[in-house]
T-cell receptor
Framework: AQSVTQLDSHVSVSEGTPVLLRCNYS??????LFWYVQHPNKGLQLLLKYTSAATLVKGINGFEAEFKKSETSFHLTKPSAHMSDAAEYFCVVSEDSSYKLIFGSGTRLLVRP | DAGVIQSPRHEVTEMGQEVTLRCKPI?????LFWYRQTMMRGLELLIY????????DSGMPEDRFSAKMPNASFSTLKIQPSEPRDSAVYFC????????????FGPGTRLTVL
């Protein structure tokens, strides 16, 4: 069975400092992995996705994530946080060729001025 | 493109009333998904349509919930009768093809059942 664990429910950083949002997954098959962002009162927007190509995936707004099979991790990073990055971030896994997305519990990112 | 459109954005109703949520997917997309988001359970897939046909409704909580997709540009999620525990944000998403393709989410409908 697939599952996703987001290790931090809240992360607080200062503007201009690096962001690290942690995600571990469990999957029996070759997983597809995604990060989605949800701004307040908005729908979810895809940041990036991994589908067995390059292990370092670059997304929108300067975010990137690295797939590490040995650690079953897919952590999201950004070199320098911006105030507009404050939102909730979801790590998502799906089995190969499956429409079913399994969402993590979310990490709320707070960016301090 | 306007993206996925959902209506209403907010709905407050009383227990026992019928509630209908509406979704217009992105034109040209052939897959449509209904999700529910709650604090306790996070985001859960309720039902998945492909080419207007329900493929997987295993996430629908119980018989009080029903979903239809009469054509490629419209879907409804109905709750009858509604209960306070149905209070949640309901998202509609659409995509072209399978999970490799991005699911585009609507802004959601916040449902409150008193």
């Amino acid at each position: 069975a697939q599952s996703v664990t987001q290790l931090d429910s809240h992360v607080s950083v200062s503007e201009g400092t690096p962001v690290l949002l942690r995600c571990n997954y469990s999957s029996s098959y070759s997983p597809s992995l995604f990060w989605y962002v949800q701004h307040p009162n908005k729908g979810l927007q895809l940041l990036l996705k991994y589908t067995s190509a390059a292990t370092l995936v670059k997304g929108i707004n300067g975010f990137e994530a690295e797939f590490k099979k040995s650690e079953t991790s897919f952590h999201l990073t950004k070199p320098s946080a911006h105030m507009s990055d404050a939102a909730e971030y979801f790590c998502v896994v799906s089995e190969d060729s499956s429409y079913k997305l399994i969402f993590g519990s979310g990490t709320r990112l707070l960016v301090r001025p | 493109d306007a993206g996925v459109i959902q209506s209403p954005r907010h709905e407050v109703t009383e227990m026992g009333q019928e509630v209908t949520l509406r979704c217009k997917p992105i034109s040209g997309h052939n897959s449509l998904f209904w999700y529910r988001q709650t604090m306790m359970r996070g985001l859960e897939l309720l039902i998945y349509f492909n080419n207007n046909v329900p493929i997987d409704d295993s996430g629908m909580p119980e018989d009080r919930f029903s979903a239809k997709m009469p054509n490629a540009s419209f879907s409804t999620l109905k709750i009858q009768p509604s209960e306070p525990r149905d209070s949640a944000v309901y998202f509609c998403a659409s995509s072209f093809g399978g999970a490799y393709n991005e699911q585009f989410f609507g802004p959601g409908t916040r449902l409150t059942v008193l």
